[in-house]
């Protein structure tokens, strides 16, 4: 993703990223684990806040960036297009997950969580970001995401 041509004038910290990768990926594994459904509302909910509002305004990445700063972690900024569209691509996918536990339809939902905490542990342990790619698919062959 570090390759492609600037897609928007907003950047964001990739470290930061990684690390909230990590916790939503935690907290599917603990929604696929444990008793606790719940949580899918949590994971639902961070990945609004960072679309809607911002990543600056994201409780976990406000959290996050205080760990980062405390470990004098400089910040890897990268272009915010591929990332918007991947938690865009996360927020569809953790809405669907909501539905069919709400519908009481566990199977799949826990299977649809497995898959994207597979996608997020693949961001936050490896830094490779499944949603970034296939924006940068989409954007080649000539259709607007921004």
């Known amino acids: 993703m570090k390759n492609t041509c600037p897609?928007?004038?907003?950047?964001?910290?990739?470290?930061?990223?990684?690390?909230?990768?990590?916790i939503i990926f935690t907290t599917?594994?603990?929604?696929?684990?444990?008793?606790?459904?719940?949580?899918?509302?949590?994971?639902?909910l961070d990945f609004a806040v960072r679309l809607?509002?911002?990543?600056?305004?994201?409780?976990?990445?406000?959290?996050?960036?205080?760990?980062?700063?405390?470990?004098?972690?400089?910040?890897?900024?990268?272009?915010a297009g591929p990332k918007r569209f991947a938690a865009k691509l996360g927020f569809g996918?953790?809405?669907?997950?909501?539905?069919l536990f709400i519908f009481n339809i566990s199977p799949a939902a826990e299977i649809a969580g497995a898959v994207l905490a597979l996608l997020t542990g693949i961001e936050a342990f490896f830094g490779y970001c499944v949603g970034c790619k296939i924006y940068g698919i989409l954007t080649s062959i000539g259709i607007k995401l921004n």
């Open 93 to 99: 996918f953790s809405l669907l997950i909501t539905v």
């Open 52 to 79: 809607f509002l911002g990543v600056e305004k994201s409780p976990v990445c406000i959290a996050l960036r205080y760990v980062l700063n405390a470990f004098s972690i400089e910040p890897c900024m990268i272009n």
């Open 28 to 44: 599917l594994l603990l929604f696929i684990l444990t008793p606790a459904k719940w949580l899918i509302i949590f994971v639902a």
């Open 7 to 22: 897609i928007v004038n907003e950047r964001v910290d990739e470290n930061l990223i990684r690390l909230n990768s990590g």
